[in-house]
């Protein structure tokens, strides 16, 4: 969609898909949590760190990241993920966890959206175990 929309000059309408996509080639570039955390700080308004919309956002970047980095290709492997690959999908998500704290811990309402998120890419990928 952003595509579409950045080819008829209204990605504008939509500032968060673009900032999703951004936001996901940085944690591809350099997924340490440090880096993440002073990217969101360089380049996101302090207003938005607390929009329910932005967490969606960082919550789908990270599933989309783990997602990638495990290379799970087919149903099989999702029906019955081995230990060693939910070991793996374990220590990404963890790795990321400083950042989710950062903008998650006093914030119940947001904590729901992250959630929401994750309901949301399970929903997408057929709910992998």
């Given amino acids: 969609m ?3 929309l950045e080819g008829k000059g209204l990605s504008f309408l939509f500032p968060l898909l673009k900032l999703e ?5 940085q944690i591809k570039t ?3 949590p440090q880096a993440i955390y002073k990217w969101i700080k360089d380049n996101i308004s302090p207003k938005l760190h607390t929009d329910k919309g932005f967490i969606n956002i960082l919550m789908t970047s990270f599933l989309h990241y783990i997602f990638a980095e495990l290379g799970v290709n087919d149903d099989e492997q999702l029906a ?4 060693e690959l939910l070991d793996q999908e374990k220590q990404l998500l963890l790795s990321f966890k400083p950042v989710m704290q950062k903008f998650l811990h006093d914030h119940t309402d947001l904590q729901v ?17």
């Fill in 30 to 32: 350099d997924p340490s």
């Fill in 113 to 129: 959206s992250a959630l929401y998120a994750l309901q949301v890419h399970c929903n997408a990928n057929a709910f992998p175990k």
């Fill in 21 to 25: 996509k951004e936001l996901l080639k």
């Fill in 80 to 83: 019955s993920p081995s230990k």
């Fill in 2 to 4: 952003l595509e579409v």
